[in-house]
């Protein structure tokens, strides 16, 4: 299985941008589609967005949809997740998750792994 480590996440201010990064180590990245889901406190986890193995497919949640974009670089074994006009409801620790399905759209963690540790995302007013 990969081994998925997040980073920037930060406080940003509404209207605010942040790139989430998630670095990939072990069994190749290249092979698996991949995702973000996001978590806040006394709820459920929750798709975010997710992309197949090369890329050129992508699946958003609708209320990110034209402020998100997903990319990956195979070739440096991370993923990315550009947040554009932050908003409070955005607020949230982050994960990165790697299919363990074909269903990599069907924004079930049921069809997720290896999850990272999270980071945490926090925007103010």
């Known amino acids: 299985q990969l081994q998925l480590v997040e980073s920037g996440g930060g406080l940003v201010q509404t209207g605010g941008s942040l790139r989430l990064s998630c670095a990939a180590s072990?069994?190749?990245?290249?092979?698996?589609?991949m995702g973000w889901f996001r978590q806040t406190p006394g709820k459920d986890r929750e798709f975010v967005a997710a992309?197949?193995?090369?890329?050129?497919?992508?699946y958003y949640k609708d209320s990110v949809k034209g402020r998100f974009t997903i990319s990956r670089d195979n070739a440096k074994n991370t993923l990315y997740l550009q947040m554009n006009s932050l908003k409070l409801e955005d607020t949230a620790v982050y994960y990165c998750?790697?299919?363990?399905?074909?269903?990599?759209?069907?924004?079930?963690?049921?069809?997720?792994?290896?999850w990272g540790q999270g980071t945490q995302v926090t925007v103010s007013s």
């Open positions: 998750a790697a299919a363990i399905t074909e269903k990599w759209r069907s924004g079930q963690k049921a069809d997720f792994a290896s």
């Open positions: 072990g069994r190749t990245f290249s092979t698996y589609a």
């Open positions: 992309t197949s193995r090369s890329g050129l497919g992508t």
